[in-house]
């Protein structure tokens, strides 16, 4: 059975970190894509980050360049999103997805 499950999230104050994990089960996912989404109360889901099958960055919001970085453990069959200097506009549920799943999400909340 494929799966993604995401974790990190959490409450935090403005300018502080999180590093956001999605583990993979039921496929090999360092051999496809990834892509981070959100989704802010009231609005749409967004891309945050697509990656190569490589892991290379295809594609960064210009909203988180400078502060979000991808990287993935192949070995743990898992992809994590460093989060730094968060802002009140990051809030939101985190989503990733490979192929044509998705994870359930985890919320992140940045206070002012």
């Known amino acids: 059975q494929i799966q993604l499950v995401e974790s990190g999230g959490g409450l935090v104050q403005s300018g502080w970190s999180l590093n956001l994990s999605c583990v993979a089960s039921g496929f090999t996912s360092g051999n496809y894509g990834m892509r981070w989404y959100r989704q802010a109360p009231g609005k749409e889901r967004e891309l945050v980050v697509a990656t190569s099958n490589t892991g290379d960055t295809m594609k960064l919001a210009d909203s988180v360049k400078g502060r979000f970085t991808f990287s993935r453990d192949n070995a743990k069959n898992t992809a994590y999103l460093q989060m730094n200097n968060l802002k009140p506009d990051d809030t939101g549920v985190y989503y990733c997805?490979?192929?044509?799943?998705w994870g359930q999400g985890t919320q992140v909340t940045v206070s002012s």
């Open positions: 997805s490979q192929l044509s799943y």
